[in-house]
């Protein structure tokens, strides 16, 4: 009979953010990255593209998401690449914890250091793109959903691809079609929630999803949100799993 | 050599349906044909291996 | 006092086992077996797979057949278990550079389920890195941080010790320290599975061996 | 017979493929949605916050622009009657297809145990290549004769549709072509989780070859709807278009699936996590389709159309048989690239360099 364990998943997992918050705080200059390599990429548009402020509301939107989801891309390489060089992802895989739940706090540790900050810089760079005003709210909600999602499917990626030596440039192809979801949907969002004409949808529902974009009659942006929920609902369950396989494989 | 250029280049209808049906039997022909060339190339290298090994 | 009467259920056992590496295999039909308190060295020559033995072990990688048995029951049936009774110490020592030795140590008796079985501090004093304890290990030398990763092992009641070359790095202190841990696991009827070069003086113990690799003709190779 | 057969696997798997069925019956139907005939009866009606704004019911002959006022509201509509739809024959069959191929899965799951035993008794890799080996000449007859009847039918006999003059013809390459290119998925998907679950060679070997073939799949489906649009929309590329965008992140899919697989080294670890990247792209498909059509939605004010006209009975029929055409192309062109594949991987085996020496 082997002795009352007095540390279950839930000890292990715990465990685990704190030590890569403290490691993210211990390295304090890092956490910073994620967040200028975002502001750059905001403030590339409005030069590339028009200043005209007509303009940049109209894309407003997207440019903060594709930055986003750019900034999530870059800061996924640090999620298991240096617990890989020094062996301790192999002694996570060895612990008879399951390692879904040790995988799970690590993404939730990397989102905490790396898609949280992006939240707090949002608006302020939303503001300098003439984003309009209604669309402020409904820009937080996407971002709040959305950057978890980034993070859950990105670590599938680099799950994959953290064994291979130029790991790198294979990850974006991997991932980038698998964020596209999250990026049209947050997009749509916000547009729908800041122009002003009515949302029109198709009227027949022809299939499940054709009434959730019914939907959208209640309130413009709802559909969106309400799918792009469902997709964080999905990665949260599902993404620590085929994580913690593809690790498995990638240091087999 | 006229008729060549008019079916594919001549912008009606049809030139349209002859591109794609080109293009496709292009692209089928490829995915069929390139396999086995590789099935051929990876018996020869056996082969070559195994005689090689024999002497 | 060693304890003579050799307990006789097999606790490890492997059955035929073949392992390939990217298409070239490093050994086949590889059997051995270990009972409580018996200490197992894998003997060849570099890129032999001995390694990749010990990887198998862990379940870190699957071999291309062959079984392990736990206690008789087949592994994949009984991994919970196997897996909280076993420790892995490989050639990069899975300890965090960035974190200091108490962190260290503090992550790995949450990693396992069982209780910890010596304190930390205790096993601190023990490796003799009472004075380098909250410093990070960047500073700490290779045998300090070798030290540190070898501290894992008293940290928890685990039957079977898998090392992989433990005593590099370790000076003339540490190697007594780590030879004398050998004694007193075998002596609790523990198991320690060894791949290594260098003899082990490990007084009162029988050592098994057993030969991967071209190195030596009757080791188990494939044709 | 039925002792072997395990019906908690049976309902459990049937159970989970109807679920799917569900999810992905939308876009299973023909990806070119279903646009209107010239000259039928239809209402028109639009969604909108302020309630359904619509007309009765009247006769559609060319695109045209419809006004609706809605309080003081105006709104505009756009309704384009392109290319002919497909009829209830054209979807019953589809459907039909949908619940045979996963009745099937369904049924072999339930066997999934004699069948696995047996798989690894018969030595699979060799089994397979000498049966196939057996049916591949069928299958390639088979195929060119599908395909010359349905192009020859379609090209010279189906009636040419009112608007779109000959153009429509693409239809015939373009829809199996775009169906195709899901169903590969599906098949890729199945293999790779039956590899990741009972680590069967052939199953690695099949989900690892189909991702090329799917590939020049998409490939065609794409160009073929890109020259087809360049007739009736004017632009070879339409952003807004919901299928040719969803069709193009599939084939980004593809490429990374490939990608994947070509960049490690060893074939398992390769094989496994091409299947993890697999399955984790077939959950997240669903939300590709549902979040371009909202796009679409969004930027077209998409024009919805009450009730739908069949597609004239002789435009329809070669259609069908290039479903079944292309299905044996794609059997076909999938056993070959294995058979190439199991050569590499047994090469070391003696039946190999038998095969070898013979050739």
Known sequence: MTPKTNKNGLTAFLAIIRRDLLLAYRYRAEVINPILYFIIIVSLYPLAISPDPKVLTKIAPGIIWVAALLASLLSLDNLFRSDYEDGTLEQMLMSPHPTGILVLAKIVAHWITTGLPLLLVAPVLAYTLHLDPKAYSVLMITLIIGTPILSFVGAIGIALTVGLRRGGMLLSILVLPLFLPILVLSSVAIQLAASPRPAIAPIIPGAWFDSVVYLTTQAPYSAAIYTLSALLILAITLAPLATAAALRISLR | MNTLTEIFFSGSHWTYVWWAYAITFIIVAASIIIPTVRRKKTLAQIKRKIEKGQQ | MPNNQKSTQIILQARNLTYERNDNELFCDLNFSLRAGEMLQVKGANGSGKTSLLRLLCQLSLPEEGTFFWYGEELKHVIHQYLREVIYIGHNQGVKNELTVRENLNIFNALSEQPTKTPISQVIEIFGLAEHEDSILHRLSAGQKRRVALARLLLHEKKLWILDEPQTALDRIGLSLLENLYQQHIHQGGMIIIATHQPINAVGINIKSLLIGESDPQAAVCE | ?359
């Not at chain 4, 000959?166 to 098949?187: E, G, K, N, T």
Request: aromatic share 14%.
């Open chain 4, 1 to 359: 017979m039925f002792s072997s057969f395990n019906f908690k696997y049976f309902i459990i798997s049937a159970a989970i493929l109807l679920l799917l069925a569900l999810v992905y019956a939308p876009h299973s139907q023909p990806l070119y949605g279903d646009p209107l005939k010239t000259g039928t009866q239809t209402k028109v009606g639009v969604q909108t916050e302020y309630g359904l704004i619509g007309t009765d019911k009247f006769r559609i002959y060319k695109s045209q622009k419809l006004e609706f006022k809605y309080k003081n509201m105006v709104v505009t509509e756009k309704i384009n009657t392109t290319a002919p739809t497909t009829g209830s024959l054209f979807l019953l069959t589809n459907w039909l297809y949908q619940l045979f191929f996963f009745l099937i899965t369904a049924i072999a799951i339930g066997y999934s145990k004699p069948i696995s035993n047996f798989i690894k008794k018969t030595g699979s890799l060799k089994y397979t290549y000498n049966l196939s080996g057996k049916f591949i000449p069928w299958i390639a007859i088979l195929a060119l004769l599908l395909a010359t009847i349905g192009i020859v039918d379609g090209l010279a006999f189906a009636p040419t549709d009112a608007k779109q003059k000959d153009s429509f013809r693409i239809i015939y390459i373009h829809v199996p072509a775009a169906m195709l290119c899901i169903q590969a998925y599906i098949v890729m998907s199945i293999a790779s989780a039956i590899a990741l679950i009972w680590r069967i060679k052939i199953a690695e070997i099949v989900a690892m070859s189909i991702a090329p073939l799917g590939a020049a799949i998409t490939a065609i489906a794409l160009i073929t709807g890109s020259l087809w649009g360049a007739r009736t929309w004017g632009t070879w590329w339409e952003w807004k278009d919901p299928r040719m965008v969803s069709v193009l992140i599939l084939f980004f899919i593809y490429l990374g699936i490939m990608g994947l697989n070509s960049a490690i080294e060893d074939k398992r670890t390769a094989a496994s996590a091409t299947g993890i990247f697999t399955l984790s792209a077939f959950v997240i498909i669903p939300f590709i389709y549902v979040s371009v059509k909202m796009f679409n939605s969004l930027h077209q004010g998409s024009t919805q159309v009450i009730g739908s006209s069949d597609m004239h009975p002789d435009m329809a029929r070669p259609l069908i048989v290039m479903f079944f055409a292309t299905m044996l192309y794609f059997t076909f062109a999938l056993l070959i690239r294995i058979r190439g594949e199991i050569l590499i991987r047994d090469r070391k085996t003696q039946w190999v360099k038998d095969i070898a020496l013979r050739s």
